[in-house]
């Protein structure tokens, strides 16, 4: 089945940095690929996803890519503002009858 | 609209007490999902269901059973409950495997 590595674990950064989170997944079949946000005690929310067909993504300040030959997918947060700060997970799903496969998830902090 | 929702919020068990967890959602979704989160584990699959009537096994599904009895309402039963399932769980639906997920407020639940 699907394996979703996601890294790393927790990631510190000053307010107006960058952030960058990193998945691999194992399937070559998958082709949908979201990313949540989780704040403190809150419910997990899609962000952005990214399907096979597509190499880049953007909303405002966050994006994803996609890299099928590499197995592997990016988040990106410009600009970063301490309310990003939260656990982010990415996921993976070749979709059908095929459930979602998580990461384990990242701890993003951004330092004021 | 609700969105998902679940019930209870909070509960304390004794080992070997049973409970029921119960999620609704009113987006007319055919899927739905249980998870359970713990520390540094990301989100982890029990069972999920692809219809009414249906149901499925997920990554942990052993000392939980599930059912679909009808397509709005999806229930996580715990028949003898363990300490190590302590945990918090979210419920989910959504359209199809490859579409967005709608989590619930989540159910804090442990186990003495």
């Known amino acids: 089945g699907e394996n979703v590595e996601q890294h790393p674990s927790t990631l510190s950064v000053q307010e107006g940095d960058s952030a960058v989170i990193k998945c691999t997944y194992s399937?070559?079949?998958?082709?949908?690929f979201p990313w949540y946000k989780q704040e403190l005690g809150k419910r997990p929310q899609l962000i952005i996803d990214i399907r096979s067909n597509v190499g880049e993504k953007k909303d405002q300040r966050i994006a994803v890519t996609l890299n099928k030959t590499a197995k592997h997918f990016s988040l990106h947060i410009t600009e970063t503002q301490p309310e990003d700060s939260a656990v982010y997970f990415c996921?993976?799903?070749?979709?059908?009858?095929?459930?979602?496969?998580f990461g384990k998830g990242t701890k993003l902090t951004v330092n004021p | 609209n609700a969105g998902v929702t679940q019930t209870p919020k909070f509960r304390v068990l004794k080992t070997g007490q049973s409970m029921t967890l119960l999620c609704a959602q009113d987006m007319n979704h055919e899927y739905m999902y249980w998870y359970r989160q713990d520390p540094g584990m990301g989100l982890r699959l029990i069972h999920y269901?692809?219809?009414?009537?249906?149901?499925a096994k997920g990554e942990v599904p052993d000392g939980y059973n599930v059912s679909r009895l009808k397509k709005q309402n999806f229930l996580l039963g715990l028949e003898s409950a363990a300490p190590s399932q302590t945990s918090v769980y979210f419920c989910a639906s959504s359209f199809a495997t490859s579409t967005e997920q709608y989590f619930g407020p989540g159910t804090r639940l442990t186990v003495t």
């Open positions: 399937d070559s079949a998958s082709n949908y």
């Open positions: 269901s692809v219809g009414e009537g249906t149901t």
């Open positions: 996921a993976a799903s070749r979709g059908g009858s095929e459930k979602l496969v």
